[in-house]
């Protein structure tokens, strides 16, 4: 008996062996798989919020016009900051396939998400050579869950919270490139001056910088880091190196001709300035997770992989801190990059413990870890239940009668709120609470609304308000206005109701 149990239990070790190799081997594509399910279901659900409505009107627009778009928001002969080499493939995309640029987002989303996770692999793969696996499945977890309580839900972030947000953003189309052209890069162990993928690396860099320039800062950065790390520290090569990469691709980025990437970068960008700002808050109790870096330094011996993650880390955080003591605070969208690159570190430093010796001081770090990481989901526990039951349908579900009753660029007043989302189905609104590059009456335009909606103000201020931006429709959602029922009545009477079904109401004027 004794005999038998000895001999099943030792024909049951190579199968195990088997199997926990094949999941060692696969783990990666194990977890990417199950994340591709879950965010795939969340697409479908289109539960959209935030910043994807200013992405879908810019699509909108470029979609009626390729060449020539006109201001996606308000009627104005002004270019658009988003109009980017993302938003006009997209754009193309719909064009090409019939959709609406709601629809179309829903397709890029679904895309973005699976480049980012091919890139992510590629980089790892091209980073850390054999131990590519395990390090590209828990920075994978790393990024998603290792992060202090209530991490940032702005694009950039691609924690479990935010991910379903901004997939359809042009800043994962712009972080899935940067992983790209870093692993390009990565693979150079004795890199050269030029050779064939240097005119495919600058023009990739090209777009990342007109994609998403906050991405483009980390993918800067990191080739400079990269280039001296690679190249024996040399400081010298690592400059002209990273200039051979760099410049060209901003100055053709000069080119481009939906905008000025100079203008964007050193014009009036208060609203920019003034959003980044609040990223300087609760630094040290949303990304404590950073300091997991420091013992584990002393954990594992350093090579090449380990001082490129730290000199990148280094300078982004001096940077970091010089846009908060200068006052510009759009620096401070580094943070996103100073995060994802510190999970990758930590990923590496804890795989390499499972390796190096002394063992005991790889025990130590990787239940340290383990602690740190039950931590940040217990901290984020709430907020992470709530986003796995993904809803189904938007917050303007019911604008669609726009796309039939309203022309292109017909003004709609309207409130706040509702601002967001009209652009995206039809019409043009007076003002926009997002960032508006070169509209220098943004901030006039946004009292006004602002005015109009205000319940307790004279109609004769409305009056003055109306004849100012002269709009072609009041727009009225009583789920967010506060007018009276005597306004409302006078408004009527300025005009002729043209659709009211449920909480909406739309006002035809004169």
Known sequence: ??????????????????????????????????????????????????????HAAVIKALSEDLLHPSHPLIKADIPHAFFSPYALLVAAFAKIAHLNAIQALNYAAFFNLLFFLFAFYRFCAALFGKKRNGVATLSLLLMLFLWGKHPFGWSGFYHFIVLHYVLPY????????????????????????????????????????????NTANILFIAILAMNFCWSHYSFKYAILRSLILILPAVLLSLCWPYFNTFSLIFGNNYDFQITSKSLYHGVLRINWPLLLILPGLWAVKKDKTIYFFLLSLGIMTALFLLGYFTQVYGIARLIAGIMLFGQFLIAYIAIQCLYEKPVLR???????????????????????????????????????????????????????GSNSGIPA??????????????????????????????????????????????????????????????????????????????????????
């Open 1 to 54: 008996m004794l005999n038998h149990s000895y001999s099943s239990s030792h024909s049951r070790l190579p199968v195990l062996q088997k199997s926990f190799n094949l999941l060692q081997h696969y783990s990666f594509f194990i977890a990417a798989a199950a994340l591709v399910i879950f965010e795939g279901y969340g697409i479908t659900r289109q539960n959209w919020t935030g910043d994807f409505w200013d």
């Open 170 to 213: 042009p800043s994962t189309f712009a972080m899935a490139l940067t992983f790209l052209i870093l692993s390009f890069m990565a693979k150079e162990q004795h890199p050269v001056w030029y050779n064939r993928k240097t005119p495919l690396i600058i023009l990739l860099n090209a777009i990342v910088f007109l994609t998403h320039p």
């Open 425 to 510: 189905f039809n019409g043009k609104v007076v003002a926009s609470d997002k960032p508006a590059y070169w509209v220098e009456d943004m901030a006039a335009r946004r009292k006004a609304v602002d005015a109009f909606f205000t319940g307790e103000n004279p109609d004769s201020l409305r009056k003055a308000i109306i004849d100012q931006y002269d709009p072609d429709y009041i727009f009225l959602d009583y789920t967010r206005n506060t007018l009276q029922p005597a306004t409302i009545q006078w408004l009527r009477s300025l005009g002729k109701v043209v659709y009211q079904k449920g909480q909406l109401e739309l006002i035809s004027l004169p």
């Open 362 to 416: 790889g025990r130590l770090y990787l239940g340290m870890l383990g602690m740190a990481l039950v931590a940040a989901v217990f901290l984020n526990h709430r907020v992470i239940g709530d986003n796995m039951h993904i809803t189904s349908g938007h917050v303007y579900g019911g604008y669609d009668f726009l796309r039939q009753l309203v022309k292109t660029d017909d003004v709609i007043l309207s409130d706040r």
